[in-house]
């Protein structure tokens, strides 16, 4: 039995989806991300809300990709970036707002996510960070198109240097819109939510002539895809996902020893 990461609630008619595993900084697994973008189309049509709002549970909006549950093959490979690929498909594919509640620190391919979204509304907890350029993995969700849509320039920087951004520069560079307090974030995301959709008729045709074109977002797709493929066959994705692991039980405490277990030492 899979495990369901994401709550779904009607909030002022508005779908509010909350990724749910704060244990592990709502890191999205394969299942998760199918059923997000499942459920992005089901509310999306317009049938049943005037608008959508992502948030996560706890101090992370998501982690991004789960790490410990790595591709170990290509075809593995393409059928993870896939799915992320997805969400974006599915967000730009809705004929309501969809806004990104920021609650916490979004990584990697998480981060991506939100710059589909029609609108980011960041907490002062809110923190960008892509860290795939250090860890052989590459961009994806069409972001290698949407970040220098939305920041210019800055989009080097964070991808290439993998830099966190915190809140008041994420809102300076236009990767968030507004920053408001973590108490009255998601309330703050439906109501922007709903004041944009004052007439579904005319908003869905809005969103159409401001998103970027289909034809636009699978181009990227298909340059994200195939970089991936190169990272595959180079050997800096096994490298760069082995390095991450590396580092990270080296900087992790031994486990303390018991008094029994030192007595016996």
Known sequence: MTDNY?????DDDVAVLTLNRPAKLNVLDVATRVLLAQTIRHFGTGDLVRGIVLTGTGRAFSAGEDLQA??????????????????????????????????GIAVG???????????????????????????GIIISNASSFLMGRLVRNHAMRIVLGSQRVAAEEALRIGLLD?????ETLVDRAVEVARQWNSDPRITALHLGLLRPLPAEIEAAFAREDDAARQAWESGAFSEGIEGF???KNAASPAPAQSNRDRSRS
């Open 6 to 10: 994401l709550d779904v609630r009607i």
């Open 70 to 103: 790595v591709p170990s093959t290509y075809e593995e490979i393409r059928e993870a970036v896939s799915t992320f690929h997805d969400i974006t498909r599915a967000i730009f594919e809705t004929k309501v707002p969809v806004i990104a509640a920021v609650n």
């Open 109 to 135: 391919g998480a981060s991506e996510i939100t710059l589909s979204c029609d609108g980011r509304i960041g907490s002062t907890a809110a923190e960008y960070f892509q860290p795939e350029n250090h860890r």
């Open 178 to 182: 507004e920053i408001v307090a973590p």
């Open 245 to 247: 692991w590396t580092s």
